[in-house]
């Protein structure tokens, strides 16, 4: 952890707990000696035994200090804890859960920005990066290719040195030639060499690179469809949310001869959204229309909350978003009026409900 | 991947990829509705709370749920923390351990268990093992090197205390010895912690 960079470490730099680290203080287990603080601290007391610790605390901004003190000693045992790893895509749930939470319970159901969509990239990007591979590929080519041209080198002076040997004096004009030419010859071999060598580790390199280049394509498509899956279930995570929230009122509406529930708005008052569900419905007559109405005590005529045609299956989800007291609702009801609407209903009433 | 480096990355691993992060300032935008600062806590710290609930309830789906209802938790009381009484994580890791504790009771009740049933499986520290030791940074390591120092009598009993959620009577009944010593271990242990561990506070802000 970056914080632990200050830890005592012993001469080999290892931390270690035998180095001098904060002086023993026992002044307070003095001090304090009639509370069993450790067994406070640890949870571990008996009901009446806690309270007077906490009725000793309030008025004791010393006593206080010292079981914060020691509550934090305590807490490092968490740190001992056998090392289970929570699993990455479950954990980017939680997260992505925790995020849509927060944002409903702050300001209703909000979609979820692409600034936390880059939030989430962090916990599922793998490690190491591609780049990081073709960075450390880089660098093992280089290796390798500087590896060669030593080993080349070497050979080159090992076959050099072997020609040092003592001569017949007679030719030394003669041999000096050959050995110059021989070295010559030599050198230009080593420098072929090199280059074919190099030409061949490029065309190696190049492979490498287009199969590396391959999958990092792939993986950054896999990682653009991970975070627009994530978006999407963080965006629904929100919708589950704000249904489950204190601020959602169901209404009901239902058919006035079979008793029998046609359709269920909800309404969340915090963000004015309006959703209805609507199943059963029969067609609008030729010209005609349905249209949603809340009937309200504000407002001396019933308003209009849009107007639908039901699908041929007879369903239909209606959205709209319309601002009202909490306790201002009435009823809501559907009417059957002429194709485009009306400022104020005047046809039969097919359906209609109060908040349950 | 190397468990020990990858825990490591996991723990240092920041939104803007800074090295550290001012938990101070996370838990003020927390309170001040910034929905970011609380993914960026969670960041930091959701690994190590996961390790200490999973070691408590023993179950990793539990363990999961718990893991959020922490976080749930902080965002809801943000506003009420202050932020002078020390350590954020020190908060953090004390509200995974009751919510854990909360839920192992409620568990144990249905199933008509007690707390000390489960104690033979607490024994975190009962065998060395260097490599597991040294995973999850310096830490841990000087954590439970620091406990391991401990006298056996003394470590069971703070291990009963932090990880089952027994009380001193639950512990006196479990290990069979009075209430008395108990106490006595209890309190010479957490003495001899605090001597060892007493810096790790100066250096967790």
Do not use: C
Request: glycine share 6%; net charge positive; charged share 25%.
């Amino acid at each position: 952890m970056s914080d632990e960079r200050d830890i005592p470490r012993d001469a080999a730099g290892v931390p270690s707990p035998d180095v001098p680290m904060t002086p023993p203080d026992n002044t307070m287990d003095d001090d304090f000696a009639s509370y069993d603080l450790d067994g406070y601290v640890l949870g571990a007391l008996a009901d009446d035994e806690a309270a007077q610790v906490r009725a000793a605390a309030q008025g004791n901004s010393r006593l206080a200090e010292e079981i914060e003190r020691r509550h934090e000693i305590i807490t490092q045992l968490a740190f001992a804890a056998p090392v289970h790893h929570i699993n990455r895509g479950r954990s980017a749930g939680i997260r992505s859960r925790l995020v849509s939470r927060a944002v409903s319970s702050r300001e209703g159901h909000v979609p979820v920005s692409r600034r936390t969509a880059d939030l989430l990239r962090p916990l599922l990007r793998r490690d190491p990066s591609p780049r990081d591979t073709t960075a450390r590929g880089g660098t093992r080519d280089e290796a390798r290719s500087g590896a060669t041209t030593s080993t080349a080198a070497s050979t080159t002076t090992s076959t050099t040195t072997s020609f040092t040997a003592p001569l017949d004096s007679t030719s030394a004009l003669q041999l000096r030639a050959v050995r110059r030419n021989y070295r010559l010859a030599l050198g230009v071999l080593a420098a072929a060499a090199t280059v074919v060598i190099a030409w061949q580790q490029s065309r190696i390199a190049g492979a490498g690179n287009a199969v590396r280049s391959v999958f990092a394509t792939r993986e950054q498509a896999t990682a653009r469809r991970l975070d627009s899956l994530l978006v999407a279930s963080a965006h629904k995570d929100s919708v589950i949310a704000s249904f489950a929230g204190p601020n959602m009122k169901v209404i009901d509406l239902i058919n006035y001869s079979s008793q029998s529930p046609l359709a269920r708005m909800f309404w969340e008052q915090k963000t004015a959204q309006w959703t209805m569900y609507a199943y059963h419905m029969r067609q609008p007559k030729p010209g005609k229309t349905f249209q949603v109405w809340l009937v309200t005590k504000t407002a001396p005529a019933p308003i209009s909350a849009g107007t639908f045609t039901p699908n041929p299956d007879g369903s239909y989800v209606m959205h709209a978003k319309y601002a009202l007291d909490a306790n201002a609702l009435v009823k809501v009801a559907v009417s059957e009026e002429p194709t485009g609407g009306v400022p104020a209903p005047t046809g039969p009433i097919i359906i209609a409900g109060a908040e349950r | 991947m190397n468990p020990s480096s990858g825990d490591q990355a996991y723990h240092n691993r920041t939104v803007n990829g800074s090295p550290s992060l001012d938990e101070a300032g996370l838990i003020r935008r927390i309170a001040g509705g910034d929905e970011h600062a609380l993914a960026a806590l969670y960041d930091r710290w959701a690994q190590p709370v996961y390790a200490l609930v999973v070691q408590v309830l023993r179950d990793r789906d539990e363990a999961e749920d718990v893991v959020e209802e922490t976080f749930w938790q902080v965002w809801q009381r943000a506003s009420s923390y202050d932020v002078s009484r020390g350590a954020i994580h020190t908060w953090l890791l004390t509200i995974a351990r009751s919510r854990a504790l909360d839920r192992l009771r409620a568990k144990q009740r249905r199933k008509g268990e007690s707390l000390t049933t489960r104690g033979d499986a607490l024994q975190v520290f009962a065998e060395s093992d260097p490599e597991r030791d040294a995973e999850g940074g310096e830490r841990r390591t000087i954590v439970i090197a620091a406990m391991r120092e401990l006298p056996e009598d003394q470590r069971r009993t703070l291990e009963l205390a932090y990880f089952g959620g027994l009380s001193q009577s639950e512990i006196a009944d479990y290990l069979r010895q009075p209430l008395g010593t108990v106490k006595t271990r209890m309190r010479l242990g957490m003495q001899k912690l605090r001597e060892r561990l007493g810096f790790l506070r100066e250096t967790s802000a």
